[in-house]
Nanobody, 119 residues
C-alpha cells in the first residue's frame, strides 16, 4: 500500500501562482512514476503532469509552459508549481503514484485538493 498526502490547494486570482505538494509513504517501489491529474465539474479526469525516473516529465497540453512538475526522490515527494493560472484551471487536483515494476504493480491516488482560480 502507498499513501499519498496532498497539500497546497486554495483560491487564487487569475494570473496568480500556487504550488501543490504530494508526499508518498508506505511500500514505495523505487521504479515508479508520480504525477498530477485534475477533474473539473462535469468533465473527465485529465493529465496535468507526470515525472518518472531520471526526471522524465510529461505535461498535458492545457498546462504546458505554465506548470512545472518536480520531485524530491529522497522524500518521495512530488511538487507542481502552477504559474499564470487561468479560470479554466479550476478543478480538484489528484496526486497519483504508479509502480513501473511489473513484479510489484500498484496504482494509488490521493484524496484530491481543490484549486479555484477566480477571474
Amino acid at each position: 500500500q502507498v499513501h499519498l498526502v496532498e497539500s497546497g490547494g486554495g483560491l487564487v486570482q487569475s494570473g496568480g501562482s500556487l504550488r501543490l505538494s504530494c508526499a508518498a509513504s508506505g511500500d514505495i517501489i523505487r521504479f515508479n512514476i508520480m504525477g498530477w491529474y485534475r477533474q473539473a465539474p462535469g468533465k473527465e479526469r485529465e493529465l496535468v503532469a507526470t515525472i518518472a525516473a531520471r526526471d522524465d516529465t510529461n505535461y498535458g497540453d492545457a498546462v504546458n509552459g505554465r506548470f512545472t512538475i518536480s520531485r524530491n526522490a529522497a522524500r518521495n515527494t512530488v511538487y507542481l508549481q502552477m504559474n499564470n493560472l487561468k479560470v479554466e484551471d479550476t478543478a480538484v487536483y489528484y496526486c497519483n503514484w504508479r509502480s513501473l515494476q511489473p513484479l510489484a504493480p500498484g496504482d494509488y491516488w490521493g484524496q484530491g485538493t481543490q484549486v479555484t482560480v477566480s477571474a
